[in-house]
């Protein structure tokens, strides 16, 4: 449910942006060797002994839409985290970003867990949001993690999957291009019901927009969002020559200004789209570990995955109140349901002093 909120004047919700040190333990990059020389990927960690949760994140998002989770996770269970930057996403530099195919990404996180811990990796669960699902689940049917002893996929069903994507397209356009601030991308981001947690929407719309070296706004051009969304309208009965004469003043103000724009150019990146979703019911339900599948809503399920839940090839859950960024807006839930569900199937304990 999103919540309207209604100010006395002078009294503004903070959308300033959160420092990733806040949630995460450690940050470092890890060099990748390939045929066209190193890959270099961004990783952010937690905990010190357990089983390793590997967590992917969503298209256009980065491993600090993980943040949040991060944090309860850890003082729910016995667990060490890794979030890592998917390729051409966060802080993550790779030779070939324009490869995004399902194939590509997964052997990317097969050779991540190989650097870190070399041929005897620690148990490892591996946790995937829509497109990091998909990933996860191709991940884990080509067997890249030796060690695999969970899959959790998030709010990526295939049926639901491939009927959206007719409409993914219009939902880019529709997004602005461009923001004044951070800030700005943070109350876009939250207002919008993008991210239904301002708290988490604060620490991860870093992981997806960047500043622009230069503007890339033009008078009357790009869709693109201002302070305006913070401060009052002004009054509109202006005369036209004081509105012209504002306007060519913004334009100047914009170009003197960094903006902020989305790292990551979503709507090029459709030809890999089919390749993620199609068939991910069929891959999820042969993946041979204990699963679990948490969704937004219990009408997102296809008639594969209906059928092997009633046979009971994994575990579901139902988070109501969610957007589609479900580990972000009720990261507590996401977090009960995958510690209660670790701990059922004996690859960790709650920690003590923990009431469940």
């Given amino acids: 449910m999103l919540v309207h909120f209604y100010f006395r004047p002078g009294r503004k919700r903070d959308f300033s942006p959160l420092a990733w040190s806040q949630y995460f333990e450690t940050m470092e990059d890890v060099e990748v060797e ?163 947690n301002i708290e988490s929407a604060r620490v991860s719309m870093g992981g997806q927009v960047k500043k622009c070296e230069e503007s890339t706004s033009s008078p009357g051009g790009s869709n693109s969002i201002d302070e305006g969304i913070i401060e009052e309208e002004e009054e509109e009965d202006v005369e036209e020559e004081s509105n012209k004469k504002r306007m060519k003043e913004d334009d100047q103000e914009i170009k003197k200004e960094s903006i902020f724009t989305w790292r990551v150019q979503l709507s090029k990146t459709e030809k890999y789209w089919d390749g993620w979703f199609r068939g991910l019911s069929a891959l999820f339900l042969t993946c041979p570990v204990p699963k679990l599948l948490l969704l937004a809503g219990v009408d997102r399920l296809d008639k594969e995955l209906t059928i092997g839940q009633m046979q009971g090839k994994f575990q579901m859950q139902v988070l109501p109140q969610c957007g589609h960024a479900v580990h972000e807006d009720a990261p507590e839930k996401v977090a009960d349901a995958l510690a209660t569900f670790m701990v059922r199937h004996k690859f960790t304990e709650f920690k003590e002093g923990y009431l469940c």
């Fill in 34 to 196: 390939n045929e066209n020389g190193k890959d270099i990927f961004r990783i952010y960690c937690s905990g010190s002994h357990g089983p390793v949760l590997l967590l992917l994140h969503g298209g256009g998002h980065s491993a600090l839409s993980w943040a949040v989770f991060t944090a309860v996770i850890c003082s729910r269970i016995n667990c060490r985290v890794v979030a890592m930057d998917l390729r051409a996403h966060g802080d993550t530099k790779v030779k070939n970003p324009e490869d995004l195919s399902a194939d590509t990404m997964a052997k990317d996180i097969g050779k991540v867990v190989e650097v870190l811990y070399g041929e005897t990796p620690p148990p490892i669960m591996i946790i995937g949001h829509s497109m990091g699902g998909a990933v996860a689940v191709h991940t884990a049917v080509a067997s890249h993690i030796p060690s695999l002893i969970g899959l959790c996929v998030i709010d990526v069903v295939e049926g639901t999957a491939m009927d959206a994507l007719n409409s993914m397209q219009n939902f880019l356009r529709s997004r602005p291009k461009t923001f004044k601030s951070l800030e700005n991308a943070i109350e876009w981001s939250v207002k919008s019901g993008q991210i239904r």
